[in-house]
């Protein structure tokens, strides 16, 4: 029995669906596209979407199409806050020692979460944004993320069926086990073109304590600069002692940190 068809679906979950699809792909989807990805029959759909355009977590635009509207993204605007406005000011700092591309990331379920970003200047591919989800072995925050996890939480993740984003992306199980082990060894992990072609990344973890990583802050540049991303270790260290006695007295709450 297909979601659809289902009498246990309630309206939250039916509403949940909708939103749902805006989560990736197109800004912008028809009626039709949101009740088919949400599986919904379209009078269903049609309601619940009116609904949702006139409290504002949708907007309807000239041409008939739904977008996320702005009271929903101002509401959004409040998920993680209390980590964000506790780390910008370091965040800031690593952006004005490195200028390059900075950002901060919590392991939400198998993905890495974005919770805030700095931009260079630079005409770096972007792979991600403020909210935006990336595979954890494919970023260099998420690696780190991973490497410093129990060890249950690294084998359920390595037993999934992994991304491949480009073809640099490493989803040989085997070397992403002795990828993980290193990180930890070393405390710090990169990539090169794993996420998006003409991009490298480095990171390192957010400590709450030796064996755990409440966080990752990394860098994201050109992948010309590959070779000397290990330059930057110093000041990302540096900013991640400073940030983690704010992390610790500011616990993450409402997130997902242990599931996979």
Not at 50 to 57: D, K, Q, S
């Amino acid at each position: 029995m297909n979601a659809r068809q289902s009498p246990g679906r309630t309206v939250t979950s039916k509403v949940m669906a909708i939103l749902s699809t805006f989560e990736s792909g197109p800004s912008t989807r028809t009626l039709t596209q949101i009740a088919e990805a949400a599986d919904l029959p379209l009078p269903t759909a049609f309601r619940l979407v009116n609904e949702l355009v006139e409290w504002g977590a949708l907007d309807k635009d000239e041409s008939g199409t739904y977008l996320v509207g702005m009271r929903l993204w101002e509401v959004a605007q409040n998920a993680g806050r209390q980590l964000r406005d506790t780390a910008r000011p370091f965040l800031q700092d690593l952006f004005s020692l490195t200028q390059e591309t900075s950002h901060l990331a919590i392991r939400d379920g198998h993905e890495a979460l974005y919770i805030d970003r700095i931009y260079s200047s630079k005409r770096v591919p972007r792979a991600s944004r403020v909210g935006g989800r990336l595979p954890l072995h494919a970023t260099a925050v998420g690696k780190v993320l991973l490497a410093f996890e129990e060890p249950w939480v690294r084998e359920a993740y390595i037993a999934r069926d992994l991304e491949t984003p480009t073809q640099y992306t490493h989803v040989n199980k085997t070397r992403l086990v002795g990828e993980l082990a290193t990180i930890r060894q070393q405390g710090y992990a990169t990539t090169s073109e794993e996420v998006r072609a003409g991009s490298c990344s480095i990171a390192v973890p957010v400590l709450l304590t030796p064996e755990q990583a409440g966080a990752a802050i990394g860098l994201v540049m050109l992948s010309s600069q590959a070779q000397q991303m290990t330059r930057y270790l110093p000041p990302l260290r540096g900013i991640a002692r400073r940030i983690a006695p704010a992390l610790r007295r500011r616990p993450l709450t409402g997130t997902n940190l242990t599931s996979i």
